[in-house]
Nanobody, 129 residues
Framework: VHLVESGGGSVQAGGSLRLSCIVSGYSYSGSSDYCMGWFRQAPGKKREGVARLYTARSSTYTADPVKGRFTISRDNAKNTLYLQMDSLKPEDTAIYYC????????????????????WGQGTQVTVSS
């Protein structure tokens, strides 16, 4: 599985960005049982999970710090995972990573400590005040 992120950049607080993650190396369809995730890591901080999507059901989980502002979604035809980020804050500044792993529905949506197997190279998001 190969993941390539794009869409990062610099915006002012209150602005929006949409990150994309092109997925290759496996069949990205409704029959898949992959868990897709977006993570971020700010300078000097631990990596944290932002949102997850269970591909077999398109069910999603969003972390509390970004709930109501960030939305994870996918486009099967384009083999692409998205992270729509609205109402951005300076504390959202980080490198954002796309990741994937095989998982059950419950593990994907309710286990925030599980390790992911495949990772993209990351894309920088900078939010200025």
């Amino acid at each position: 599985v190969h993941l390539v992120e794009s869409g990062g950049g610099s915006v002012q607080a209150g602005g929006s960005l949409r990150l994309s993650c092109i997925v290759s190396g496996y069949s990205y369809s409704g029959s898949s049982d992959y868990c897709m995730g977006w993570f971020r890591q700010a300078p000097g901080k631990k990596r944290e999970g932002v949102a997850r999507l269970y591909t077999a059901r398109s069910s999603t989980y969003t972390a509390d710090p970004v709930k109501g502002r960030f939305t994870i979604s996918r486009d099967n035809a384009k083999n692409t995972l998205y992270l729509q980020m609205d109402s951005l804050k300076p504390e959202d500044t980080a490198i954002y990573y796309c990741a994937a792993r095989l998982a059950t529905y419950g593990s994907c949506l309710y286990d925030s400590q599980a390790d992911f197997t495949y990772w993209g190279q990351g894309t920088q998001v900078t939010v200025s005040s």
